[in-house]
């Protein structure tokens, strides 16, 4: 039975619960501050949770605390088209970053349910743990764990600046599920998502088909120098960590410029220490974030930072330490599901055009152990990863309409 284009969510009822859930750690700005497994994060699960439940959902945890409310197929042994996103946040995030796909997977089972759709597979709805990476690095953690990237061990030991662990803080708020991580096929794996950049707003098109992401390289740098008193110590005989901390801020940036268009590069984190204003800084912790559709110009950028902060080092007479935290080629996406996004959208009369996504999301782990594909919306000014995220019901609505249809067509109508 081939999809009917007059099946279509419930927009209304979508945007509804992505309002209600912005309640959850909204902030004064509009956006939302939600970090990963915080009383906030517990807040949201237990909403999450008791919705899936409302929809008939049977829910389960895994080890890394992501959840799976699962609606039975026809042929329930089959394994599962899982479609699903994250509800942490940053510091200063948006309404719509991972609420968006995971309560739009939420809505395709409301609408099966409303419509008496059976499919073929059972669907699965997941909400993947510290997809964000802002308290716990590295990002997409608990996808990476259920795809083979990490151990469990790995998972559970990250950390946060304040020294908790990401499997202490999960047993704080009550989601270490007993559930093993992964080692289960899945049929397919989809994720909608704002877009996070200004492409499609522009061009004024309705749904980006995502075909990949960009690779990424993470950081972690450690400049040491010599804590002094700003007063009596001579500007030659300084040893002073911020000096060579701003150097690298300007060599990343430089790094990033040398390899337009494409190359992104951010400084993110920085910390002086002891950051007393009248003591020249002796130690700085910053990050570095290089992404790039092309594994071998990240590679050569890579190179440029380790050469660049050694340089710098010795000219300001300083320690350095240069960690990379997280790797991951640039990841194509499956033909199949692309297909199935991109016939959806064709289907339903909604413009599209292909894009490859700038951030990282818990499909670009889940396609090492699913065929897997992204649907993209507009979102305003193409602002991300800030309170003024926003997006609009008629965006959100034509996502879903299109997420919808590629999971039916890979999932199976058996009646309805
Ligand atoms: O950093 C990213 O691309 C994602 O928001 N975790
Ligand atoms: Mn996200
Ligand atoms: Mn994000």
Redesign the pocket.
Known sequence: MSTDSNLRVNGGRLWESLMEMARIGATEKGGVCRLTLTDLDRESRDLFVDWCRGAGLEVSVDRMGSLFARRAGADDALPPVMVGSHLDS?PTGGKF?GALGTLAALEIVRTLNDLDVRTRHPIEVAMWTN???SRFAP??VASGVFAGVFTLEQGLACEDTDGKTLGAELARIGYAGDRAVGGRPVHAFFEIHIE?GPILEEAEIDIGVVTSAQG?RWYEITLTGVEAHAGPTPMDRRKDALLGAARVVELVNRIGLDNAPDACATVGMIEARPNSRNVIPGEVFLTV?FRNPSDAVLSEMNAALRSGVADIAAATGLDSAIAQVFHYPPIPFDEACVGAVRAAAERLGYSHRDIYS????DACYMAKVAPTAMVFTPCVGGIS?NEAEDCKPEWVTAGADVLLHAVLETAGIVDG
Do not use: F, N, R, V
């Open positions: 940053q970053d997809e964000e990476g990002p997409m996070q990424q974030d700038g951030a990282g999301h990863h």
